[in-house]
């Protein structure tokens, strides 16, 4: 029988996965009070609905569908979100726990990636997700996932080499 | 070999900030309402008070013209009752009497349908949605609606008109980009 979501164990699950989704909302809000109102809208509408937990494609789709829907809904801050993502300015909250420097220069340079790799990264480093899954929570095929990944990390790379 | 390993080693090392405590509290609290609300519905499925929540409107105006037409036909029947007595007792024939059951059945399908309208007075495009189970997005259009529907008895030439207020619910599937 597969596993699927009830609400004895709602804490576990939503322990390992929060620090990952919250990344990953913040893809698209800058604000993490932002990113945690999707997050939990998302989650809470994924637990309610006893989807197989096994199905994490689902419960990312659910944070970009939701992420969408909350610039939506005020279009002013809509326009602010895009010249902000658009300029691909480091975001003003911290995304990571950092511990030195090293760490500072490569989250600056994760936040510094066009916003298609960035996403793929992230689902894929810090949810452990595969590239087909991947591929569904985006709406693009294996191989786009894949290439995305690869380009992120040639850019990664690019940016950390001593100049 | 991979050329990323060391770089893809260095990023797992970098830990998503956590999320707040109160974080917590309010996806329990959140949880914890939808349990004691599942808990009321004893032997229902989950999503069927929601599903009740879209169509009370359209329920409660079906209820409603369901009541008028009855009370039209009731009161139709009466009229029609007292003219016939006032008929026989004047006229004295001997003439056997219809049975009052038939006269009801015959009056009440006498009402024909002469047509209805469906005035869509608002729509509102609640943007997009997550359907259940469904991994790609619907966009969600409200339209607010007044129906009216026209009976007549051609043998009478009474005529019944319902009107009652009706919300209906689109779900349009988003394709990607």
Known sequence: MEPTASYDNWRNCFSEVAPGLLLFARQWVQSAADAEDIVQEAFVKFWRRNHNIENRALLYSAVRSIAFDFIR??????????????????????????????????????????????????????????????????GISQNTAASRYRYALSNLKKALQPQ | MNDFSELEKDLRKLRPASPSPVLFERVEHALEGRRASVSEAIGKQSNFAERIGKWWSLGFGLAAAAVLILFAVITMERRHERQETVAQSSAATAEPSVPQGTVQSMTAGRFVSTGGTNLVYNTRDEGLHFADGSERPVRRLRYQTQQTWRWRNPETGASLRVSYPSEEIVLIPVSGQ
């Open chain 1, 73 to 138: 809904r005020d279009m002013r801050r809509a326009r602010r979100e895009e010249t902000f993502l658009a300029e691909t300015e480091p975001a003003i909250e911290p995304n990571f726990e950092l511990q030195d420097d090293t760490q500072s220069a490569l989250a600056v340079a994760v936040d510094s990636l066009p916003r298609d790799q960035r996403e793929v990264l992230v689902l894929k480093i810090w949810n452990d997700l595969t590239f087909s899954e991947i591929g569904g929570t985006l």
